[in-house]
């Protein structure tokens, strides 16, 4: 058990169990999740149980073992931040390390994060998927890449605006630890992200977005569409295989309808594989069957399989086409790319040579 895994409800129960009165909970909670303190400096909580929960072991942290920044600040990227992570248990061999990324924009400040160490999927064009999977993040894990990048920004004024589960691994492969994680980012007495700007992105994993309906999570969704064709969908994603896209966009008619929310779909772009009017043609008869959706178009940034990543000209080219359709598409460049820390280049480059020995 981790404590920084519990909703306030369950500490309570804690804290009886302890003999302890049940404010205790709030104490804590407020503590860890919304001023970050570390267990030592919970001065409100008596001595004995803050010895005990350090005994116990009942809140354990991952290290920061690498940081980089980019270093040529621009109009897209404002210094974006590449953390690598690692867990490692005590007395087991189990070791997870895994990657998150701080993103600034000139609005927003993002916390990008994973929730796996590594990814189980094959998508062609992703650097994480060559990587073997080392496995599900816990809760307390995947909210600890979130309060260490903030912690280690403490000096900058403005706060964390955004989180995207955008990082390694397919947050639907973890749904349980995923919407755990959420759920606590977005309690007012944490740090109160709302549900507008908490994201979760699927590769496609079907049976996540119905458990989303199903129990009213109501967290933006973004899938990784990448093509309108199911056969050529599948060569990219061969997730496909398991979750059909034409199953695929039902059940996202089904979360816009539930929800009243928009879907976004995120867009790879590959020159001669995915970018041709025929392609243009299929995503916009998508956009006019779902009407409450947009695009973001991402630029290949890692070149497999001898493909190219598409000019300036050509995404601008791209996302004309579709804006003359009354497509709703945005393309804001690729931060971090320098650093290896731009969408699909989530691969533990420096640490690579350990992980696979
Ligand atoms: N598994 C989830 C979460 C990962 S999000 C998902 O697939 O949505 C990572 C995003 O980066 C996805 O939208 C993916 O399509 C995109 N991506 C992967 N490889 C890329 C690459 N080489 N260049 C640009 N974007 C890439």
């Known amino acids: 058990m981790n404590l920084l895994e519990l909703y306030p409800e369950e500490l309570e129960t804690f804290f009886l169990k302890l003999g302890e009165p049940k404010y205790r909970a709030g104490q804590i909670f407020l503590r860890i999740h919304k001023h970050l303190s570390s267990i030592d400096k919970i001065y409100e909580l008596p001595k004995k149980i803050r010895n005990y929960i350090i005994e116990k072991q009942l809140i354990t942290e991952i290290q920061m073992i690498q940081h980089e920044k980019v270093s040529n600040i621009n109009l897209n990227d404002f210094g974006t931040q590449k953390f690598v992570f690692e867990y490692k248990h005590e007395k087991s061999s189990l070791s997870r390390i895994f990657e998150a990324v701080w993103i600034v924009s000139e609005k927003r400040k ?12 094959n998508c062609t064009f992703c650097a994480t998927a060559k990587l073997p999977f080392m ?11 979130v309060y260490k990048m903030i912690l280690y920004n403490k000096n900058y004024q403005e706060k964390l605006t955004n989180v995207v589960f955008m990082g390694m691994g397919e947050p639907f492969y973890n749904y349980d630890n995923v919407i755990r994680a959420a759920k606590i980012l977005n309690h007012p007495m944490g740090l109160n992200i709302g549900v507008r700007h908490i994201t979760i992105s699927t590769a496609g994993v079907i ?13 933006n969704l973004a899938i990784s569409l990448n093509s309108p064709f199911e ?67 991402i630029p290949l940034n890692t070149n497999f399989n001898n493909w190219r990543a598409p000019t300036e000209l050509e995404v601008l080219n791209f996302q004309k086409k579709l804006r003359e359709n009354d497509i709703l598409v945005f393309y804001r460049g690729s931060p971090g790319k320098t650093i290896n820390a731009a969408c699909g280049m989530l691969a533990l480059q420096k640490v690579h040579s350990n992980i696979i020995s």
């Open 135 to 145: 496995g599900n993040l816990a809760t307390w894990q995947i909210l600890q890449q």
């Open 231 to 297: 056969e050529e969908r599948t060569k990219l994603m061969d997730i496909t295989k398991k979750f059909p896209l034409t199953d695929l966009l039902k059940i996202c008619k089904e979360y816009i309808i539930h929800f009243k929310k928009k879907i976004t779909f995120e867009y790879v772009l590959i020159p001669d594989i995915n970018m041709s009017k025929r392609h243009i043609l299929e995503l916009v008869k998508i956009a006019k069957q779902l009407k409450y959706c947009k695009f973001n178009l």
């Open 110 to 121: 993002t916390a990008c994060i994973s929730s796996q160490s590594g990814c189980s999927l």
């Open 207 to 219: 049976t996540g977005i119905q458990r989303l309906i199903q129990e009213n999570q109501p967290f």
